[in-house]
């Protein structure tokens, strides 16, 4: 079975859909729509009272917004593209841009608080918002800002949708299922406490569903179905019982690569150890090691300092994480194709498969 999989794997990648013509894929298209967006909010209130909030606004969403990877928000776009079934008209895909820079924009939302809660440093090769010298904690302020344009996007682009009231309860639901996985995040672990005795898998594939794998996964393909007007609960079962899984495998992948990753392609340092994270390295390293490994482990891991965040490294590579998570990687691989073959019947299983082989083997 693994073997057909593999196989089905390889043609995959080597099968060109016709109906991705250039329009779509070129990101400069997807790109030049966010100036007009922005200009749809920071035009909403139209007073002399509030113009210095609204220039504030314009410059937060222009350093916080673009500038990241877009998979997201691109999803959308290739995702009804498969559902249609045929070149999409101007129509479609503009409100397939529009959608996807919704998803942008709440991306933008969920990083500026994360990174205030996380005392990052960096995002996107860049220093994070709220370490601006001229911000600090408006960023917590600035945070709702941007989440509140995701709605007025929506309001003026989509109000005479038919779909209108479950786009916008699905960004509603997809919002609190993110703030539940990054409430378990947080009361698990943190440089202050960290909870070993909940350092188990049961619980970190809790944090990632929640906090990664619904909004990063399940959204934009749920946008696009809603879009086309499939409201079949199969279908959108189908979509999630494969999304989830999906968003799974890519935090692991985000895990390894906020250890082992290079900060220059990735675009930000690090900071898992140092934040006492309860991360897929951690919880595995916590079913293999040794006593004396342990005490050494738990004694420095969650502490912001350079020889403890070596020492932590030290343990993964003694105990082989790196090889485990390659293992991991393929045998998970595998496994999203054997269920994209066997449990996907009424959506087309090449949207999944393009979705999957944009993130296998990412570096980041």
Known sequence: MLLACAITSLLTKAFINPLKISLLQDKENFNSRFDQLLTDVTTYIEDDLTKDAVAWLRQVAEYTVPGGKQNRGMSVVNAYQHLAGRPLTHIE????????????????????ADDIMDNSS??????????????????????????????????????????????????????????????????????????????????????VKYKTAYYSFYLPIALALYMRGVLSSQAHYEAKTILLKMGEYFQIQDDFLDCFGDSSIIGKVGTDIEEGKCSWLAVKAMEIMTEEQTRSFKANYG??????????????????????????????????????????????????????????????
């Open 93 to 112: 895909i503009d409100q397939s841009f529009v959608l996807g820079w919704c998803i942008e924009w709440l991306q933008a939302f969920f990083l500026v």
């Open 122 to 207: 960096m995002r996107r090769g860049k220093p994070c918002w709220y370490k601006q010298e001229h911000v600090g904690s408006i960023a917590i302020n600035d945070s709702f800002l941007i989440e509140s344009c995701i709605y007025l996007i929506l309001k003026k682009h989509f109000r005479h949708h038919p779909q209108y009231i479950n786009i916008v309860e699905l960004f509603h639901e997809i919002t609190f299922h993110t703030e539940i996985g990054q409430t378990l995040d947080l009361i698990t672990s943190s440089s202050a406490k960290v909870r070993y005795e909940l350092f188990n898998f049961a619980r970190y594939s809790a944090i």
């Open 303 to 364: 502490l912001n300092d350079v020889e403890s965040v070596r020492m932590i490294k030290e343990v993964y590579v003694d105990l082989g994480i790196p090889k485990l998570f390659k293992d991991y990687e393929t045998s998970s691989y595998n496994e999203l194709c054997l269920m994209i073959e066997t449990r996907c019947n009424s959506l087309p299983k090449q949207l999944f498969f393009d979705f999957l082989n944009k993130i296998y083997g990412r570096s980041r």
